[in-house]
């Protein structure tokens, strides 16, 4: 062989081993698809796990059945409870068992479990952790855990996990990564049809896959320096699109541009993959290099891979919820036996017959239609129908619905999760109900209270009057003694008719009757310093501009002047100062008045704001101003809190939503 045409050869290799590590780029990007999609599904199945957890009562024993392992073990790794999956997959005899999971690590593994459980305890979770163990039945597996702890009080006392055994995903995984590697390897190794060809289309070089794939009886050999002007016309009768795949090497000769995966399927129904990459040297074109390779199966493969991932991505693997799959008419095409078992049909009398039309009637018949449409345009839906039972039962049932295609991508039906919900709706209705009772109850109660403050203080203010009418009667009578206790007994009955006030005042809080409105608390506060009586020793300093917020005008109004007189009701300095300041928290505005009084030693800080009680009992104290606080407070939807030092003042913070 002359050296320009080794020279020549050399190039068109170089060109070949480009274009397969192209090809390996691309099956890598096929690769993170699938992966992709893989994340996606088991997205899906956490977000089950989380819809699970909050149906209560109604899914009491849902994880006993689960298909994937559900464990609770304390701190120390001790098992505390498990499901069935979990008995099966450790090898125990039962759920009751006491044992040390962590013992349960490969020997190889207990480095990396240490590292787990030490990252578990410091993150509260544990997510993708893959390790082998040995279960009790002495039989290797490989798990993957996704775990998180559980608090009580914000103290972990434990910790929770869903265990999957991926011992047979990763051997498969295992499997399909070295079929890729040794696709590689063929690959590198020229295992695909070669011919190289030079500028007269006379063949430099070809190989045994070549005459292989176009049953060329001839040797590699044979052909060297054979014409191959006339061999597409020859061959064409191999492919079922002849006149094309005649028409496509012409122009591709023409243009004698690069490409790269041209595909070409035989008459036997095999699939090539043909690249074409002209051969230059110079700038002077040389020839051209051809590579035929057989991806028949592969081909299949991918496709029965996504044919299965778009028909069971929407599959929630608890197969305790009743599964349904229906094709475009509605017509039941397969049940599982949680189905039958919600339904009280057997299989026999569902496949095959209209959906719809066994369990649906009136309205709930309209919403099926309606949500029905959704999914022939693609679309997954939850929605609530009321369905009849074969026993006649009406029941309520929670259905999640995706659509279903075929290996050319058309919708060919539904597939539906469903779980009865009838109990939690009787609890709705209830709950409801007991609303509308509370509410009532809470009218009568207000208008009660109303009534007891009236009739409570009209003997009061007679006796008032008695009181006085003796003083005056009696002034020359009476000895200082008998004077003094007229005077308590007046102090009295102060306190108790302010004592009565502050009761209403508190009971009527929590009404709503009021309408919210944007209220100006700068100017609220500039009315307040008129209102109180603020001694001249007291200095009340607003240090920055307070905002306009939404809320009730009087009951702001209250939680103002409550703090404001409190403050300056306790301070002992001969120079007081009450500081009102604010700062925007995003969505609160959080408030704080500040005075240099008596203050509140720490152990009394979350007593204060409890009604009736009072640390300084003096005679215009009922223990009831710092509870309406709080009441107000928690009505806008804030937190109340303080912090004070005994001698050197008190500081109240609380937070109001914009």
Known sequence: MSQDKIDMLQRALAREKAARKQAEKILENKAAELYEAKQKLEKSYTELEALLSKTDSQLQGVFENIVDAYVIMDLMGNILKMNDAAVNLLGFDDTKVEFNLLEMAHPEEMERVAESFQSLMNNGTLTDFDVNIITQKKEKKLVHINASIIYDNGQPVAA?????????????EIQLIESENRLASLIANLDSGVLLEDEHRKIVLTNNKFCELFGITASPDQLKGADCSDAAEQNKVLFKKPDLFVKRINEILKDKLEVLGDELETTDGKILERDYIPVYEKGTYKGHLWTYKDVTLRRKYRKSLEAQKQKYSSIIANMNLGLLEVDNDDKILM???????????????????????????????????????????????????????????????????????????????????????????????????????????????QEYAHIVSHDLKSPLRSIDALVNWIKEDNKEKLDDTSIQNLNLIEITLEKMEQLISDVLMYSSVGDESLEKQKVDLDALIKDLKNILFVPDHVTISILQPLPKIEGEKVKLQQLFQNLISNAIKFIDKDVGLVEIDVKDNGTH???????????????????????????????????????????????????????????????FFFTLKK
Do not use: C
């Open 160 to 172: 929770q996990g869903i265990v999957r055994d991926i011992t047979k995903a990763k051997e498969a």
């Open 335 to 445: 049940v599982n036996q949680s189905f039958t078992e919600m339904s009280g049909y057997e299989e026999s009398e569902l496949i095959g017959k209209i959906a719809s039309k066994i369990f649906l009637k009136g309205t709930d018949y309209e919403t099926f239609k309606q949500e029905h449409k959704k999914r022939e345009k693609g679309k997954s839906n939850s929605y609530e129908l009321k369905v009849t039972t074969k026993l006649g039962e009406d029941r309520h049932w929670l259905i999640s619905g995706a659509p279903n295609y075929n290996l050319n991508g058309e919708n060919t039906g539904s597939i539906g999760i469903h779980l009865d919900i009838t109990d939690l709706k009787s609890l709705e209705l209830q709950k409801e109900s007991l609303l509308k009772k509370l509410e009532k109850s809470n009218d009568e109660l």
């Open 589 to 651: 505005y959080q408030f704080s008045v500040k005075d240099n009084g008596i203050g509140i030693e720490e152990k009394f800080h979350e007593k204060i704001f409890k009604i009736f009680h009072s640390l300084n009992k003096s005679k215009d104290s009922t223990g009831i101003g710092l509870s309406i606080v709080k009441k107000i407070v928690d009505l806008h939807q804030g937190q109340i809190w303080l912090e004070s030092k005994p001698n050197i003042g008190t500081t």
